[in-house]
């Protein structure tokens, strides 16, 4: 076994764990292996040790990825900052992107979402922490934002997502993951079909899990520590 996919099964092992300490079902709880700054050997590693799901950051990093990788039906998730100018390629190659902050870049994507592709699946990124350096919507701006969101004909708004500030504390992973879940109960109770808290990284995921996540995106624990000295924008 390699050391990719034993780190894999273990991650799964600690999701499922996790899952059960609080009566929840790990089925609920979809994997997304966050492969940007890996190469592409990498990501056939773990597609062979049975990961579907990948995330990239970076359009210019991804694109020859999946390229590449374009016959083995990888779902590719798009999780990084969004440059206006760079909506086209992401809606067109992309089946999930959990980082819209504002109305201009949905109504993009929207736009550039080719025909014949089924609607892109998106998230709602909220700022939970209020980072000045991070990106997402203030949470007083979700319900504005989401339900402009959801009357775009090509896009498919599944739930909300976020990054809040690093930190060792259980609890206060755990209360930022509980403000994320409230916002989406909130956009629930206001008539939005939602299904989907994307939240929860390698240091935290057993916080995310606790409060309701049902997508984890966990990259250094299964492809190991990253350089950034290569990354591209």
Same mark, same amino acid.
């Given at each position: 076994?390699?050391?990719? +996919?034993?780190?894999?099964?273990?991650?799964?092992?600690?999701?499922?764990? *996790?899952?059960? *300490?609080?009566?929840?079902?790990?089925?609920?709880?979809?994997?997304?292996?966050?492969?940007?700054?890996?190469?592409?050997?990498?990501?056939? @590693?773990? $597609?062979?040790?049975?990961?579907?799901? $990948?995330?990239? !950051? &970076?359009?210019?990093?991804?694109?020859?990825?999946?390229? =590449?990788?374009? #016959?083995? #039906?990888? @779902?590719?998730?798009?999780?990084?900052?969004?440059?206006?100018?760079?909506?086209?390629?992401?809606?067109?190659?992309?089946?999930?992107?959990?980082?819209?902050?504002?109305?201009?870049?949905? %109504?993009?994507? *929207?736009?550039?979402?080719?025909?014949?592709?089924?609607?892109?699946?998106?998230?709602?990124? /909220?700022?939970? !922490?209020?980072?000045?350096?991070?990106? #997402?919507?203030?949470?007083?701006? /979700?319900? %504005? $934002?989401?339900?402009?969101?959801?009357?775009?004909?090509?896009? *498919?708004?599944?739930?909300?997502?976020?990054?809040?500030?690093?930190?060792?504390?259980?609890? !206060?992973?755990?209360?930022?993951?509980? %403000?994320?879940?409230?916002? &989406?109960?909130?956009?629930?109770?206001?008539?939005?079909?939602?299904?989907?808290?994307?939240?929860?990284?390698?240091?935290? &995921?057993? !916080?995310?899990? +606790?409060?309701?996540? =049902?997508? /984890?995106?966990?990259?250094?624990?299964? $492809?190991?520590?990253?350089? &950034?000295?290569?990354?591209? +924008?």
């Amino acid at each position: 076994m390699t050391t990719i +996919a034993s780190n894999l099964q273990a991650v799964r092992e600690s999701i499922a764990a *996790s899952a059960a *300490s609080i009566g929840r079902n790990a089925d609920e709880i979809a994997l997304l292996a966050v492969s940007k700054t890996f190469p592409v050997e990498a990501i056939r @590693e773990a $597609f062979s040790a049975g990961q579907r799901r $990948f995330a990239e !950051s &970076y359009v210019q990093e991804a694109l020859p990825k999946i390229e =590449t990788l374009k #016959g083995l #039906g990888i @779902e590719w998730h798009f999780i990084g900052p969004i440059q206006a100018n760079k909506t086209r390629p992401i809606a067109q190659n992309f089946a999930w992107v959990h980082s819209v902050d504002r109305l201009k870049i949905a %109504e993009r994507l *929207s736009d550039q979402r080719p025909a014949g592709m089924p609607p892109l699946q998106v998230c709602l990124q /909220v700022n939970i !922490s209020g980072e000045a350096s991070k990106s #997402g919507a203030a949470p007083n701006e /979700v319900l %504005e $934002f989401a339900k402009g969101m959801a009357m775009l004909p090509n896009l *498919s708004l599944r739930g909300l997502m976020a990054v809040p500030a690093p930190g060792n504390d259980k609890a !206060s992973q755990r209360a930022a993951f509980a %403000e994320l879940r409230r916002l &989406y109960e909130m956009l629930k109770g206001e008539g939005l079909s939602l299904d989907t808290l994307s939240m929860g990284m390698s240091d935290d &995921y057993p !916080s995310a899990i +606790a409060e309701g996540a =049902t997508i /984890v995106r966990i990259g250094s624990a299964i $492809f190991g520590r990253r350089n &950034y000295m290569e990354r591209k +924008a």
